[in-house]
């Protein structure tokens, strides 16, 4: 920066106070230009987000950052405390944020206006583009000089991608700890880390880090040989561009009376595309009996040409352990096409490979030992016999064979669907009875008549006690074929006119359990839940000392749900689940809780709640992270979001406009609620393929994190908040009729459709920006009394109106999830896709998101 080796044109910011004196080109270190630095516009919180961003053209390496504030020939005041490091490898990638070994993000920045402070960066960052941005627990003015020090990577690597490593014993986490990139299942890509960050491991792997940090085995990363001796460890690495590679450097652990060895065979291939690899080379070590010393491991490439290598590693003993790799390579200018796939006949296949193999033989250079050189006879490979014509004929016969029977079979599974979907409408249903003036509806139990479902978790399709509730008379039917027309939107509902002489609602209801789970939220159904609790889940066991509390939630009649903070809780989290480098080790929860004085069905209610939730795994889900079981009181922790739940996050927002800017309102863009409202589409269309029914679909049961992230919960019931958006029948009961579909209302008829029906009230909800409760000038009854209209089609029902700035399009969505007739209502998986394709081009990092403070009750 100082320099000027960094041109102005590649320094720019999020914001600056005046573009001219103190804009992003004056924010180089040890440099008295207009203004004396950058400023930018805004105050400086925890929570804002203002960034200095630098193009570094090529990937480079830093190691050190410095920052200095704003002297300003002496009239300056502004310095940053700490700021944080964001950083980009790739055109258009992700933006990561830096976290040191230690886990920390914050760098402590300034103490005055004049003094410059450097700052380390361990592990290095390897990036094309750095953001500096300012942080500070308290509101303050912030003006920033920055420079960078390091070099160009001469790697040009981008990302490895690789199996997590695993652990050894008790003591030894042989984990590439600072992976920058994604990690899933117990897989890591798109990232670096521990493997190219210069640091090379100590021979003795039991030895603590270098670094100081007391962890045993740090500066490895190792696999265990799980399986037979034929698979191989796989590692991919990805480069900037296509390039020209002579040799590749390994550093590995050889302490073979502890079972580590070098591999023992390597398997080299490359590739323009990262789809088909080719030009394959084949590496034997000859291992070592005798010096334990870690050595680094050279490998002739014989000037392959790609962007991606392939690098398969096989076992030679119980553990492979590397430390470090290290490519020499020189970039080629010019168009490359992808490889085209191979050929599919076995002949030329075995060609190729016979004539792209070479065996090479190792030079290695131990620590503290001689170099050694090794040799080894080449193998010959034979290709096999061409296949006989007559074995031909009798596998494609087979296939033949297999195909038609397979089709004979999933014929008979259509039909039988069919003919079972026939039957259980039929005799499930008991008649609802019309009378002059009231229908008599089942609201008491939440299963169908015909099934042997467990008593909380499955669909409901009628319900036994009766609810009487009073309508009006019958209208004379319309002409077949006239359409039946409900409120229009050229003006609005006459709620009075139609309500006037409705009778009050009569409800005689002995025995009507709630949707509520025992700790107050709802529970979703679930068809054939004997089935899924008899699937072994194990949850996590997480220690109740490293939980937190922060303040109730809500509550129910066994239970409570608290919100909390989990301690170092991404080391209880499965593989399953997602975390990076930047992942908290911290984090909100909500915690469901057990009273100790429930009853035996409760807890056994309880334990079927964690089997199930426990089985949902989706990005816009609520997931269950881990239980507390081994003493009282009985937790079952799930996520919870950084912003609380969508209702309470879109209330403090406005829609996009000239008034709000000078304001200087919150406001939330038209692109923004409909990306929202595509998540919970999707976490939608996941339960719709497992069948689940979620039955208080709302914006109180959706919570908001970064990004704007959706995920779908299930204690909005629970919190006093929302009180009045359920109505309780004889104080037991309680529904969020508002909500609901006409068949759940009346018939106690739950199903993926009516999740339909309330999703479309949700997407009301977003684009009204909750600023009123559904059908808010209707009473509870007169809710009712619409769904009694939709039951009789006799044309009287009334629609929510179109929320203002909705498009026509996105408002027909919604009346046709309102469709009287089930099967006429879209599927989640259509409704997903229809948002989608709606909202195409939309990017939530484009759009600040305003960091509010949600009322928790």
Same mark, same amino acid.
């Given at each position: 920066?100082?320099?000027?080796?960094? &041109?102005?044109?590649?320094?720019?910011?999020?914001?600056?106070?005046d573009e001219d004196?103190?804009?992003?080109?004056?924010?180089?270190?040890?440099?008295?230009?207009?203004?004396?630095?950058?400023? &930018?516009?805004?105050?400086?919180?925890?929570?804002?987000?203002?960034?200095?961003?630098?193009?570094?053209?090529?990937?480079y390496v830093i190691t050190d950052v410095e920052t200095q504030g704003r002297f300003g020939n002496g009239k300056g005041q502004e310095y940053a405390e700490a700021y944080v490091l964001e950083y980009q490898r790739e055109d258009n990638g992700q933006w990561l944020r830096f976290r040191d070994r230690a886990g920390e993000e914050v760098f402590r920045g300034n103490q005055n206006t004049y003094r410059a402070e450097l700052r380390g960066v361990s592990p290095p960052i390897i990036a094309k583009r750095i953001r500096f941005i300012p942080y500070s627990e308290h509101p303050r003015t912030v003006c920033m000089r920055v420079e960078m020090y390091g070099c160009q990577w001469a790697d040009a690597l981008l990302s490895y991608s690789m199996p997590q490593g695993h652990q050894r014993g008790t003591e030894l986490e042989l984990y590439d700890y600072t992976y920058d990139g994604m990690r899933k299942d117990g897989y890591l890509s798109g990232g670096v880390g521990q493997l190219t960050d210069g640091l090379q491991g100590n021979s003795n792997f039991r030895m603590t880090d270098s670094k100081g940090l007391g962890v045993k085995g740090y500066d490895w990363v190792g696999w265990?040989?799980?399986?037979?001796?034929?698979? &191989?460890?796989?590692i991919i690495f990805k480069f900037d561009g296509v390039r020209n590679f002579s040799e590749v450097f390994l550093y590995c652990n050889n302490a073979y009376k502890k079972y580590v060895r070098v591999f023992r065979t390597a398997l080299i291939s490359f590739s323009n595309g990262g789809k088909y690899y080719r030009d394959e080379i084949k590496f034997y070590y000859v291992k070592d009996t005798i010096v334990e010393y870690a050595r680094d491991i050279s490998i002739?490439?014989?000037?392959?040409?790609?962007?991606?290598?392939?690098?398969?590693?096989?076992?030679?003993?119980r553990w492979i352990m590397i430390s470090e790799v290290r490519f020499e390579s020189t970039k080629l200018e010019g168009n490359f096409s992808d490889e085209l796939p191979p050929s599919t006949t076995h002949s030329q296949a075995v060609e190729t490979t016979t004539r792209s193999i070479d065996i090479l033989f190792p030079t290695e250079s131990t620590r503290g030992g001689n170099d050694h050189e090794h040799s080894r006879n080449d193998r010959q490979h034979k290709p096999p016999k061409a296949m006989d014509d007559s074995y031909v004929g009798i596998i494609i016969g087979a296939l033949a064979a297999l195909i038609i029977i397979l089709f004979i079979v999933a014929v008979i599974i259509v039909v039988r669907h069919r003919r079972s979907k026939h039957n259980n409408n039929q005799p499930c249903q008991k008649p609802v009875v019309l009378g002059d003036r009231h229908v008599t509806i089942n609201l008491s139990d939440l299963r169908g008549g015909c099934t042997n479902d467990s008593r909380d978790y499955a669909v409901p399709d009628v319900t036994k006690s009766s609810l009487t509730v009073s309508l009006p008379p019958r209208p004379p039917r319309p002409p077949k074929g006239t359409p039946i027309m409900g409120n229009t939107l050229d003006k609005p509902p006459n709620y009075e006119a139609l309500y006037a002489a409705a009778d009050i609602v009569n409800v005689h209801v002995p025995n009507i359990p709630s949707l509520q789970g025992v700790s107050g939220n709802n529970i979703y159904a679930v068809p054939n839940a004997d089935l899924l609790l008899s699937i072994d889940y194990s949850v996590a066991e997480f220690p109740r000392d490293n939980l937190k509390f922060i303040e109730v939630l809500g509550e129910g009649q066994f239970g409570e749900v608290h919100l909390c903070e989990a301690a170092r809780i991404t080391d209880f989290l499965g593989e399953e689940f997602v975390v990076t480098r930047t992942t908290p080790r911290s984090m909100?929860?909500?915690?469901?809780?057990l009273r100790p004085s429930a009853d035996d069905r409760a807890r056994a209610d309880f334990h079927k709640e964690i089997k199930i939730m426990s089985q949902l795994k989706d990005p816009n889900i609520v997931r269950v992270l881990g239980v507390c079981t081994q003493e009282e009181p009985l937790c079952m922790i799930v996520e919870y979001m950084k912003y609380g739940d969508l209702n309470q996050f879109i209330l403090e927002h406005v829609p996009e406009s000239p008034v709000a800017a000078a304001t200087n309102a919150k406001t939330m863009s038209y692109g923004c609620l409909i990306f929202m409202a595509s998540q919970i589409a999707s976490g939608m269309k996941y339960l719709e393929s497992l069948n689940m029914v979620h039955r208080d679909l709302a914006t109180r049961n959706c919570l908001v994190g970064h990004n704007y992230c959706i995920k779908i919960s299930d204690f909005g019931m629970s919190r006093s908040l929302y009180s009045a958006d359920y109505y309780r029948i004889e104080g037991r009961a309680v529904l969020p009729i508002r909500w609901m579909a006409w068949e759940s209302i009346l018939l106690g008829k739950f199903t993926t459709k009516s999740d339909v029906w309330s999703f479309a009230v949700t997407l009301w909800e977003i684009l009204t920006f909750a600023k009123e409760q559904p059908y808010e000038a209707l009473t509870d009854e007169q809710v009712i009394e619409n769904a009694g209209h939709y039951y009789r089609n006799d044309g009287r029902q009334v629609y929510l109106p179109q929320p203002p700035n909705c498009p026509k399009e996105i408002y027909d969505l919604m009346r046709e999830c309102w469709n009287r007739q089930e099967s006429e209502r879209p599927s989640f998986r259509e409704i997903h896709m229809f948002l989608q394709r709606k909202n195409m081009g939309y990017n939530p990092k484009d759009e600040k998101m305003n960091q509010i403070k949600v009322p928790i009750c």
């Open positions: 920066m100082q320099t000027m080796e960094i &041109p102005d044109s590649a320094i720019v910011a999020s914001s600056s106070y004196t103190v804009g992003p080109i004056n924010a180089r270190i040890r440099t008295e230009k207009n203004g004396g630095a950058w400023c &930018p516009k805004n105050i400086i919180t925890k929570d804002t987000y203002e960034y200095l961003q630098i193009n570094l053209g090529e990937l265990r040989n799980n399986s037979d001796m034929f698979k &191989p460890i796989e002739d490439l014989k000037h392959n040409i790609g962007r991606y290598i392939k690098m398969q590693l096989f076992f030679e003993a909100l929860v909500a915690v469901k809780m």
